[in-house]
Protein backbone atom coordinates (compact mmCIF):
# COMPACT_ATOMS: atom_id res chain seq x y z
CA UNK A 1 0.00 0.00 0.00
CA UNK A 2 0.59 3.49 -0.72
CA UNK A 3 0.92 6.93 1.70
CA UNK A 4 -2.36 8.45 1.07
CA UNK A 5 -2.91 12.12 2.25
CA UNK A 6 -5.47 13.20 5.25
CA UNK A 7 -3.62 10.67 7.69
CA UNK A 8 -4.99 7.64 6.12
CA UNK A 9 -3.17 4.58 6.75
CA UNK A 10 -0.57 2.40 4.58
CA UNK A 11 0.85 -0.85 4.70
CA UNK A 12 4.59 -0.73 4.17
CA UNK A 13 5.43 -4.81 5.18
CA UNK A 14 4.33 -5.75 8.08
CA UNK A 15 4.10 -2.19 9.86
CA UNK A 16 0.84 -0.37 9.46
CA UNK A 17 1.83 4.15 9.44
CA UNK A 18 -0.24 6.42 8.91
CA UNK A 19 0.50 9.49 6.22
CA UNK A 20 2.75 10.93 8.84
CA UNK A 21 4.99 8.15 8.56
CA UNK A 22 3.99 6.89 12.81
CA UNK A 23 2.99 3.41 13.88
CA UNK A 24 -0.26 2.77 13.84
CA UNK A 25 -2.34 2.69 17.43
CA UNK A 26 -3.16 -0.54 16.08
CA UNK A 27 -0.17 -1.96 17.36
CA UNK A 28 -0.65 -0.59 20.82
CA UNK A 29 -3.85 -1.99 20.97
CA UNK A 30 -2.47 -5.15 19.47
CA UNK A 31 0.15 -5.34 22.69
CA UNK A 32 -2.30 -4.37 24.91
CA UNK A 33 -4.79 -7.05 24.05
CA UNK A 34 -2.14 -9.24 24.33
CA UNK A 35 -0.67 -8.08 27.01
CA UNK A 36 -4.69 -8.30 28.95
CA UNK A 37 -5.02 -11.74 27.65
CA UNK A 38 -1.43 -13.11 29.23
CA UNK A 39 -2.37 -11.59 32.21
CA UNK A 40 -5.75 -13.03 32.93
CA UNK A 41 -4.47 -16.30 32.08
CA UNK A 42 -1.61 -16.13 34.94
CA UNK A 43 -4.52 -14.26 37.20
CA UNK A 44 -6.87 -16.83 36.46
CA UNK A 45 -5.92 -18.73 39.26
CA UNK A 46 -5.27 -15.56 41.51
CA UNK A 47 -8.55 -14.74 41.00
CA UNK A 48 -10.44 -18.08 41.22
CA UNK A 49 -8.66 -18.24 44.62
CA UNK A 50 -9.35 -14.69 45.87
CA UNK A 51 -13.13 -15.14 44.57
CA UNK A 52 -13.36 -18.92 45.96
CA UNK A 53 -11.70 -17.16 49.64
CA UNK A 54 -14.68 -14.57 49.82
CA UNK A 55 -17.10 -17.00 48.98
CA UNK A 56 -15.91 -19.43 51.69
CA UNK A 57 -15.93 -16.73 53.96
CA UNK A 58 -19.92 -16.59 54.36
CA UNK A 59 -20.00 -20.20 55.58
CA UNK A 60 -17.20 -19.68 57.90
CA UNK A 61 -16.67 -18.96 61.69
CA UNK A 62 -17.15 -15.36 62.28
CA UNK A 63 -19.83 -14.96 59.35
CA UNK A 64 -22.13 -12.49 61.68
CA UNK A 65 -19.37 -9.65 60.66
CA UNK A 66 -20.23 -9.63 57.30
CA UNK A 67 -23.58 -8.30 58.33
CA UNK A 68 -22.73 -5.78 61.02
CA UNK A 69 -19.71 -4.42 58.99
CA UNK A 70 -21.98 -2.99 56.39
CA UNK A 71 -24.89 -2.35 58.49
CA UNK A 72 -22.33 0.04 60.33
CA UNK A 73 -21.20 1.67 57.33
CA UNK A 74 -24.67 2.03 56.10
CA UNK A 75 -25.52 3.94 59.49
CA UNK A 76 -22.86 6.51 58.54
CA UNK A 77 -23.66 6.92 55.11
CA UNK A 78 -27.27 7.51 55.98
CA UNK A 79 -25.91 9.96 58.51
CA UNK A 80 -23.20 11.85 56.03
CA UNK A 81 -26.43 11.72 53.65
CA UNK A 82 -28.85 13.18 56.01
CA UNK A 83 -25.87 15.75 56.74
CA UNK A 84 -25.32 16.14 53.06
CA UNK A 85 -28.90 16.53 52.32
CA UNK A 86 -29.55 19.58 54.86
CA UNK A 87 -26.50 21.59 53.55
CA UNK A 88 -28.27 21.36 50.31
CA UNK A 89 -25.26 19.26 48.78
CA UNK A 90 -25.37 17.01 45.49
CA UNK A 91 -24.88 13.23 45.98
CA UNK A 92 -21.58 12.09 47.52
CA UNK A 93 -20.42 9.17 45.05
CA UNK A 94 -21.47 11.50 41.53
CA UNK A 95 -19.63 14.69 43.24
CA UNK A 96 -16.54 12.56 43.76
CA UNK A 97 -16.47 11.30 40.42
CA UNK A 98 -17.62 14.51 38.72
CA UNK A 99 -15.77 17.51 40.57
CA UNK A 100 -12.24 19.02 40.50
CA UNK A 101 -9.17 17.46 42.28
CA UNK A 102 -9.14 20.32 45.31
CA UNK A 103 -12.88 19.65 45.98
CA UNK A 104 -12.52 16.05 44.84
CA UNK A 105 -9.72 15.62 47.69
CA UNK A 106 -11.90 17.48 50.26
CA UNK A 107 -14.32 15.16 49.99
CA UNK A 108 -12.74 11.59 50.22
CA UNK A 109 -10.94 13.25 53.25
CA UNK A 110 -14.17 14.08 54.96
CA UNK A 111 -16.00 10.77 53.93
CA UNK A 112 -12.64 8.65 55.06
CA UNK A 113 -13.07 10.02 58.72
CA UNK A 114 -16.11 8.81 58.33
CA UNK A 115 -15.56 5.38 57.44
CA UNK A 116 -12.04 4.95 58.75
CA UNK A 117 -13.03 3.30 61.81
CA UNK A 118 -15.41 0.96 60.38
CA UNK A 119 -12.95 0.42 57.64
CA UNK A 120 -9.80 -0.61 60.45
CA UNK A 121 -12.45 -2.81 62.04
CA UNK A 122 -13.05 -4.86 59.21
CA UNK A 123 -9.18 -5.26 58.01
CA UNK A 124 -8.72 -6.26 61.80
CA UNK A 125 -11.46 -8.54 61.96
CA UNK A 126 -11.09 -10.21 58.75
CA UNK A 127 -7.01 -10.70 60.07
CA UNK A 128 -8.09 -12.55 62.81
CA UNK A 129 -10.49 -14.38 60.74
CA UNK A 130 -7.84 -15.91 58.37
CA UNK A 131 -5.41 -16.48 61.46
CA UNK A 132 -8.21 -18.35 63.11
CA UNK A 133 -9.12 -20.40 59.65
CA UNK A 134 -6.25 -20.59 57.46
CA UNK A 135 -2.88 -19.65 60.04
CA UNK A 136 -1.81 -16.89 58.34
CA UNK A 137 -3.00 -13.64 56.84
CA UNK A 138 -3.30 -12.54 52.89
CA UNK A 139 -2.91 -8.29 53.86
CA UNK A 140 -3.89 -7.52 49.97
CA UNK A 141 -7.25 -10.02 50.98
CA UNK A 142 -7.74 -8.60 54.30
CA UNK A 143 -8.29 -5.15 52.64
CA UNK A 144 -10.30 -6.15 50.00
CA UNK A 145 -12.94 -7.38 52.56
CA UNK A 146 -12.19 -4.20 54.52
CA UNK A 147 -12.75 -2.37 51.19
CA UNK A 148 -16.31 -4.72 50.36
CA UNK A 149 -17.60 -4.54 53.99
CA UNK A 150 -17.06 -1.14 54.85
CA UNK A 151 -16.13 1.59 51.83
CA UNK A 152 -18.22 0.06 49.07
CA UNK A 153 -21.50 0.56 50.88
CA UNK A 154 -20.94 3.76 52.42
CA UNK A 155 -20.08 4.93 48.91
CA UNK A 156 -23.39 3.54 47.66
CA UNK A 157 -25.47 4.48 50.30
CA UNK A 158 -24.20 8.48 51.02
CA UNK A 159 -25.09 9.40 47.67
CA UNK A 160 -28.74 7.62 47.66
CA UNK A 161 -29.65 8.62 51.22
CA UNK A 162 -28.94 12.24 49.98
CA UNK A 163 -31.48 12.16 47.16
CA UNK A 164 -33.77 10.44 48.41
CA UNK A 165 -34.27 12.68 51.69
CA UNK A 166 -34.02 15.91 48.87
CA UNK A 167 -36.37 14.39 46.69
CA UNK A 168 -39.03 13.70 50.32
CA UNK A 169 -38.32 17.03 51.22
CA UNK A 170 -39.02 18.70 48.06
CA UNK A 171 -42.65 16.79 48.02
CA UNK A 172 -43.59 17.58 51.19
CA UNK A 173 -42.82 21.38 50.59
CA UNK A 174 -45.40 21.43 47.55
CA UNK A 175 -47.87 19.26 49.51
CA UNK A 176 -47.51 22.02 52.73
CA UNK A 177 -48.20 24.62 49.96
Not at 23 to 46: E, K, P, Q, Y
Not at 64 to 83: D, E, H, K, S, T
Not at 134 to 148: C, I, K, N, Q, S
Request: hydrophobic fraction near 45%; charged fraction near 20%.
Amino acid sequence: MRRLAGGRTTRQGSVVRDSYGYRSRFFVIDCGAIFALASATMMDGTLGRIWQELANRATDPMRLRLLLQPAMAAVLAIRGGLQDARLGQPPYSWTVLTTDPTSRRRLLKDGWKSIVKVFCAAAVLDAVYQIRVRGWVHVGGALLVATLLACVPYLLLRGLVNRLLRVWWRARRTEDL
